[in-house]
């Protein structure tokens, strides 16, 4: 059974910090390349980060340098690191996983930044 456990998520004021961690379970993680996805409320799910199973990486060009994606193959985990928190930041957070045609997803973990 495949499992994506996001934790991290919070309430931190303007230009605070957060560290999101996605632990996958139930897959060969090494193999799945990953995306931090983010939903605020009424809007599309966006990626905003993704690292590819040998290690490049891509952000969304609204993030300005703010996100830092990276992973631990060894402890199947994946970490966003989130620098100068806005309130456009607020949303639910999701972990996403895929290989070829397997694709999964995780509960999500809300951050809020207020404004």
């Known amino acids: 059974q495949v499992q994506l456990v996001e934790s991290g998520g919070g309430l931190v004021q303007p230009g605070g910090s957060l560290r999101l961690s996605c632990a996958a379970s139930?897959?060969?993680?090494?193999?799945?390349?990953v995306g931090w996805y983010r939903q605020a409320p009424g809007k599309q799910r966006e990626v905003v980060a993704s690292i590819t199973s040998g290690g490049s990486t891509d952000y969304v060009d609204s993030v300005n340098g703010r996100l830092t994606i990276t992973r631990d193959n060894g402890k199947n985990t994946v970490l966003l690191q989130m620098l100068s928190l806005k309130p456009e930041d607020t949303a639910v957070y999701f972990c996403n996983v895929g290989f070829y045609s397997k694709d999964y997803w995780g509960q999500g973990t809300q951050d809020t930044v207020p404004a």
């Open positions: 139930g897959i060969v993680f090494r193999f799945y390349r």
